[in-house]
C-alpha cells in the first residue's frame, strides 16, 4: 500500500476551545506520522483560496468570517490510506450528525464549526498542502517506533 499525504487544519473554534492537544493526541495514537505543522492566521483571500468550490454557495460569508476569526494550525499527516482514515477519524461535516466516537460527533455540534478540515481526495490534499506548506517544509522521517504500528509491507 503506497504511502499519501492529506492536509489537516485545526480550525478557529478549535483552538479557541482549547481542543487541538486532544485531537492532535488522537491522530498520534492512531499512528498517523506528523511531517508538517505550522500555526498561522488565515486571510479572506487565503479562505478564498482554500475553499474556491464554496466560494458561491450562501454558507460561505459565515465561513469565511469563521475561519479568518482566531488562528488556525495546519498539518500534513502522512500514511497508507491517511486520506480516508483521517475523514474517517473526523466524521461527517455537521457535528450533529457525526458519529459518536468520531472526532465532530465527541466535539462539535455545529455544521460550519465542526473544528478540524481535512482534504476529501488526492487531488485536495496536493492542492491544499500547495496552499500552506513549501514542499522543503514537510519532513520525510521514520519514527523510530513505526515498525510498531504496521508490519513490513503495509506501510
Ligand atoms: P470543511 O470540511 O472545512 O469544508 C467546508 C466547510 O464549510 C465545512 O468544513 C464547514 O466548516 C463549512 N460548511 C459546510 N456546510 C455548511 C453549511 N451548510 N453551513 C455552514 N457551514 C458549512
Redesign the pocket.
Known amino acids: 500500500m503506497a504511502s499519501e499525504k492529506t492536509f489537516v487544519?485545526f480550525?478557529p473554534d478549535c483552538l479557541e476551545r482549547g481542543l487541538v492537544g486532544r485531537i492532535l493526541t488522537r491522530f498520534e495514537e492512531k499512528g498517523l506520522r506528523l511531517v508538517a505543522m505550522k500555526m498561522l492566521r488565515i486571510t479572506p483571500a487565503v479562505a478564498k483560496q482554500?475553499?474556491a468550490e464554496?466560494v458561491e454557495?450562501?454558507?460561505?460569508p459565515?465561513?469565511e468570517e469563521?475561519?479568518t476569526a482566531s488562528p488556525v494550525v495546519a498539518c500534513v499527516f502522512e500514511g497508507p490510506e491517511v486520506i480516508r482514515v483521517v475523514r474517517d477519524m473526523?466524521g461527517a461535516?455537521?457535528g450533529l450528525k457525526a458519529t459518536a466516537g468520531t472526532i465532530r460527533g465527541d466535539y462539535s455540534s455545529?455544521?460550519?464549526?465542526?473544528l478540524?478540515?481535512?482534504s476529501?481526495s488526492s487531488e485536495s490534499a496536493e492542492r491544499e498542502i500547495g496552499i500552506y506548506f513549501e514542499p522543503s517544509e514537510i519532513q520525510a522521517w521514520d519514527p523510530t517506533l513505526a515498525c510498531w504500528y504496521q508490519a513490513p509491507g503495509e506501510a
Open positions: 487544519m480550525k482554500h475553499y464554496h454557495k450562501p454558507f460561505y459565515g465561513l469563521f475561519i473526523l461535516t455537521s455545529s455544521k460550519q464549526m465542526n478540524v478540515h481535512a476529501d
